[in-house]
């Protein structure tokens, strides 16, 4: 069997390893020489947890070019193409369309073209008209997890296959062949329309932000009437219909993934004449949630920081990964600098740091002209000179830190913790002032 995957990015690779792993072999198509390169001598070109070995291991399998001339004659190709976000909250498929454009010159025999891409309801159909209404398309929807998405390949909780409708009988066998894989593993594989696996995608992620946003509501409340929010959270776990996941009140969801999906769901409701108030209520929250929890520090001070130097921890948007888009660390981070703070920051991904690092030049003040910001090297490193710490990453490593010593160098002995990781008694044991969100 012939597989091609088209993209670049984060998909695309892990689609190609775990295709390779399965014991496929694969045409790895990217459109940029450098990265291919990098790929060929065994180096991924994105961080996550466990891929670095699993390339290697599978690099025999897979023949990575920028020649997309060699999908022709495959029996598969994945399409995983990135779908960012245009100026007013709509899906940008430029890539997708270019994808097509250049398959079009290329398709030779019944290739099944499968999208994996994040896409908006008509995306599959508007793929097939392009390709000439020629070759089966298949609309196929990732649900991977940063640092996590290796195992999320090989134990989905569903694999969702959309098909054109009533042409699911001409390709089923074929796709079978791969997803024959997770037949003695209880994955489940649910077969729909294409238009039903596009709304599944964005319905999973608005959901599971929905959730979030709930609970940092709640955690507002929790704050003005001395309700423990966590207590609320494990209360709530405890019952089965609702679930134990995704219920911790934060300073607000962050990634590639959640902010863009809930948007670009508005919008598609807008463009149906639908308005959908929770979905731009959840999306506010998000928004405020830091500045809410960054009312805590501003009311603690009374609003003067200036020339304090604090200790932020944890730059990307969740714990080892080196990803900082939407990363609620930043927002913090620069509105410390607005008030003229000094920053000390670490964060135990050294390639979070190293892109922090990037992300800092453009950050210079007009007037001093210097980046009121320290990168650190170790968390312990952090604690000398520094006022206060604010954690915005919900590292479980934080917890083995030693807290004797670090309320010993903290000069005001005062923590906010976003991400509530915590223990409140072991912090007032050892007096620290200690805040979090929810309480
Ligand atoms: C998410 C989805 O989980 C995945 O299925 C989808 O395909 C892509 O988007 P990811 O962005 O990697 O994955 O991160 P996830 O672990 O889901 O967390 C997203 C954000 O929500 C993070 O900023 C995290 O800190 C925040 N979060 C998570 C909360 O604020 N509270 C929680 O209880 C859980």
């Known amino acids: ?43 991924p070109t994105i961080y996550e947890n466990g891929l670095e070995a699993l390339l290697q291991e599978t690099m025999r399998n897979i023949h990575f070019t920028t020649d997309i001339a060699s999908s022709a004659w495959s029996d598969i190709i ?58 089966p398309v298949v609309s196929n929807p990732e649900f991977l997890r940063e640092w996590l998405a290796i195992e999320d390949f090989f134990t989905p909780d569903r694999v969702v296959l959309g098909f054109k409708d009533g042409e699911k009988h001409e390709v089923i066998d074929t796709l079978m062949e791969v997803y024959w894989y997770f037949s003695d593993k209880w994955v489940p ?27 940092n509501e709640i955690a507002r409340l929790s704050d003005s009437i001395w309700a423990d929010i966590n207590d609320v959270a494990k209360a709530l776990w405890m019952d089965h219909r609702i679930g134990n ?18 948007k670009s769901l508005i919008h598609q409701f807008h463009e149906q004449g639908l308005g959908w108030d929770i979905l731009t209520k959840v999306d506010e929250t998000n928004t405020s949630q830091v500045d809410y929890f960054m009312k805590k520090v501003w009311n603690h001070y009374w609003t003067q920081l200036n020339g304090k130097t604090i200790w932020v921890f944890g730059v990307a948007f969740k714990p080892d990964t080196d990803d900082l888009r939407e990363s609620k660390a930043l927002v913090i981070i620069n ?28 950050l210079a003040t007009g007037i001093r002209n210097f980046i009121p910001i320290v990168i650190s090297k170790t968390f312990l490193d952090m604690t000398k000179n520094a006022d206060f710490l604010i954690l915005t990453l ?7 830190e030693d807290f004797d010593m670090i309320a010993n160098n903290l000069k005001d002995k005062t923590i906010f913790d976003g991400k509530n990781i915590l223990h409140k008694d072991v912090m007032k044991n050892l007096w620290f002032e200690y805040m979090w969100v929810g309480c």
């Open 394 to 400: 919900e590292d479980k490593r934080v917890l083995d």
């Open 189 to 215: 594989i649910l077969q729909t329309n294409w238009q039903t696996a596009e709304l599944i995608k964005y319905a999973a992620n608005a959901f599971l932000a929905t959730k979030i946003t709930f609970i």
């Open 78 to 135: 994945f399409l995983c193409v990135g779908t960012p976000q245009d100026e007013e909250w709509k899906t940008d498929l430029t890539y997708i369309k270019q994808a097509g454009n250049d398959l079009k010159k290329t398709l030779i025999g019944n290739e099944i073209i499968v999208i994996k891409s994040t896409v908006p309801a008509s995306t599959n159909a508007m793929m097939y008209e392009l390709l000439g209404s020629k070759n």
């Open 335 to 362: 509105r410390l600098i607005k008030a003229w703070a000094m920053v000390q920051v670490f964060d135990y991904n050294a390639k979070a740091l190293e892109n922090f690092e990037k992300y800092t030049y453009g």
């Open 245 to 262: 996941k995704f219920l911790n009140a934060w300073i607000g969801y962050g990634g590639s993934c959640f902010p863009k999906d809930v």
């Open 1 to 43: 069997m012939k597989i091609s995957v088209i993209g670049t990015g984060y998909v695309w690779l892990i689609q190609t390893v775990w295709l390779a792993k399965i014991g496929f072999s694969i045409q790895a198509i990217d459109l940029f020489e450098d990265k291919i390169e990098k790929l060929k001598s065994g180096i």
